[in-house]
């Protein structure tokens, strides 16, 4: 009998579409938070030794007032306290689902860097719902690159064009909408090309994805 074999990138693709098809789902907040945090650490770590821009880079242009380690205790605060054993079992941490968008965004864009433009389909829909249903915090994109700043606020004025009142929908609608996503990125309605159409969202640079069929999902 042959033992199949996974790749450092196969498992960290695997756990993070699991964590976003978890997470459409309304699945466990916590089981969905440990998985992109595992998958992100792979992809990050191989983002900078290839010396390709990670998402920690954002994060950090944005805080340039905390030190690096400062900084992932931060980011990495929710995925220590389930992985490690702590004091005691009575200890406790502030924790909902709200805080599983930006760890999965973060797996997200760093796994776009990674495999661009053959990133999986879940990736390209959690993509398009982050940028359809949150507003952006422009003075941080503003301090980390305007020019990237400026790029979002045409991305969002497009989005809202789309999916409009997405922003404002309670969470419950929002994840429906995401669900809906997903599935037509896994039934192959959302097409990933080089040059945009109108009704295309821009996923990473260079890269947008568009309905192939119905260009209306809402």
Same mark, same amino acid.
Not at 98 to 106: E, G, K, Q, R, V
């Given at each position: 009998m042959t033992i199949p074999t996974i790749t450092k990138l196969g498992a960290a693709n695997r756990q993070l579409t699991t964590a976003i098809r978890m997470f459409f789902a309304d699945g466990d907040a916590v089981a969905?938070?440990?998985?992109?945090?595992?998958?992100?650490?792979?992809?990050?770590?191989?983002?900078?030794?290839?010396?390709?821009?990670?998402?920690?880079?954002?994060?950090?242009?944005?805080?340039?007032?905390?030190?690096?380690?400062?900084?992932?205790?931060?980011?990495?605060?929710?995925?220590?306290?389930?992985?490690?054993?702590? #004091?005691s079992? #009575?200890?406790?941490?502030?924790?909902?689902?709200?805080?599983?968008?930006?760890?999965?965004?973060?797996?997200?864009?760093?796994?776009?860097?990674?495999?661009?433009?053959?990133?999986p389909v879940e990736v390209q829909a959690f993509s398009i719902w982050f940028v359809a249903v949150e507003a952006p915090d422009e003075q941080a994109m503003a301090e980390a690159d305007p020019e990237d700043a400026n790029a979002c606020r045409t991305m969002q004025t497009q989005i809202d064009r789309l999916y409009p009142g997405l922003r404002t929908a309670p969470r419950a609608e929002k994840k429906r909408f995401g669900l809906r996503l997903l599935d037509d990125a896994v039934a192959g309605r959302l097409v990933e090309?080089?040059?945009?159409?109108?009704?295309d969202v821009?996923?990473?640079?260079?890269?947008?994805?568009?309905?192939?069929? #119905?260009?209306?999902l809402a």
């Open positions: 969905v938070h440990t998985l992109p945090c595992a998958a992100r650490e792979i992809y990050e770590k191989h983002c900078r030794k290839a010396g390709q821009g990670r998402m920690f880079d954002f994060v950090q242009a944005g805080n340039p007032g905390r030190a690096e380690k400062e900084l992932w205790n931060l980011l990495n605060a929710a995925r220590n306290f389930f992985k490690h054993e702590g #004091d079992l #009575d200890q406790s941490i502030e924790f909902d689902d709200t805080m599983n968008d930006f760890a999965i965004l973060s797996a997200c864009t760093d796994c776009a860097t990674l495999c661009s433009p053959h990133q090309r080089s040059v945009p159409s109108a009704s821009q996923i990473a640079l260079g890269v947008f994805v568009g309905l192939q069929d #119905d260009p209306a």
